[in-house]
């Protein structure tokens, strides 16, 4: 963990005037929702425990037992993914390539094809295009068909201290002729749920925006809390209105692109969060553009093309 001060426009700049005694001020590493509840996955994810060595008195030859102890797999808690780019002052964009695992997502009722499959190629292509450009650093929080409940997606943004936090989903109907991208933000009553229990939340030990409110009041931390929360939404905001910008002349969008809703994935208070579903997996047309390499190209060209902008506004308002 590197100590730095809360960055330039940061709605902390006015409110540490008043609150800064007892801070301390540190740098935190930082689409639709998997078709199991949360509370299932939580049940699931269980890592098994690490192999244990037993010792085992010497007995006669005659009795011994031939059969080993099962090995299980190591533990990968509290491991983090792998980032791309050598210049740690570059910001850090984190793509989440939705679904996995035992979580196949949406699954077209044409040929089979499954979102979890989709959403990791193209997510490999953004990283690919965004470390071609060397604007950013990249991670993603799956490199494999590997199963990550909600909450583990953006908590594995923040502890590397992601900047921008992208999930990757493919849409889906039933039936119908639905087409075309859309990119979701949190909406703004969602936002106000989880500053609530985030104030309220017994061990207040997280650091939101460089802020650690392990040893605030209440009431302070709500405002600030309240304050990071609604100009990370802000910034999200503005990064749809320029993805949808972006990707206008290059991938096929629904009308109304920008759409906002209560999905766990983008509750990150402190981090500019949107979840981008590229096309319907369910829609021939719209399969074959998001599961082909032009059409991942032009997705990932969009992406790369607003998030350069994205850190260029960032920092010129510094």
Do not use: W
Request: overall charge positive; glycine content about 6%; aromatic content about 4%.
């Amino acid at each position: 963990m590197r100590a730095r001060f809360a960055p330039a426009g940061s709605p902390f700049r006015a409110v540490r005037r008043t609150f800064t005694a007892g801070f301390c001020v540190a740098t935190i590493s930082l689409g639709t929702a998997p078709a199991i509840a949360e509370a299932t996955a939580q049940e699931t994810d269980r890592v098994p425990a690490t192999a244990i060595k037993t010792t085992t008195p010497k007995m006669p030859a005659t009795r011994r037992s031939a059969a080993a102890l099962p090995r299980p797999a190591p533990q990968r808690r509290g491991r983090l993914p792998r980032i791309y780019g050598e210049d740690e002052r570059r910001p850090l964009v984190v793509i989440d390539a939705g679904h996995g695992g035992m979580d196949p997502g949406a699954i077209s009722p044409i040929d089979g094809r499954r979102e979890k499959d989709v959403t990791l190629k193209i997510a490999r292509a953004i990283r690919d295009e965004l470390v071609r450009a060397g604007r950013v650093r990249v991670a993603l929080t799956r490199e494999d068909d590997r199963f990550l409940i909600l909450r583990e997606r953006y908590g594995i943004a923040r502890r590397l201290g992601g900047a921008l936090f992208i999930s990757i989903h493919c849409d889906s109907v039933g039936s119908g002729a639905a087409t075309g991208a859309s990119v979701y933000t949190l909406s703004e009553v969602a936002s106000d749920r989880e500053s609530a229990r985030l104030a309220a939340r017994e061990n207040k030990s997280d650091i939101i925006a460089g802020v650690n409110l392990a040893s605030t009041n209440a009431d302070i931390s709500s405002i600030l809390i309240d304050l990071t929360q609604r100009e990370t939404m802000n910034a999200s905001a503005g990064f749809a209105r320029l993805l949808g910008r972006e990707a206008r002349d290059r991938v096929p969008l629904k009308p109304n692109f920008h759409r906002m809703a209560s999905l766990m994935v983008l509750k990150a208070p402190d981090m500019p969060s949107v979840l981008f579903e590229t096309g319907y997996i369910s829609n021939p047309a719209d399969a074959e553009f998001i599961d082909s390499e032009d059409g991942r190209q032009r997705i990932a060209e969009s992406v790369a093309r607003a998030v350069e902008i994205h850190f260029a506004r960032r920092m010129a308002n510094r």
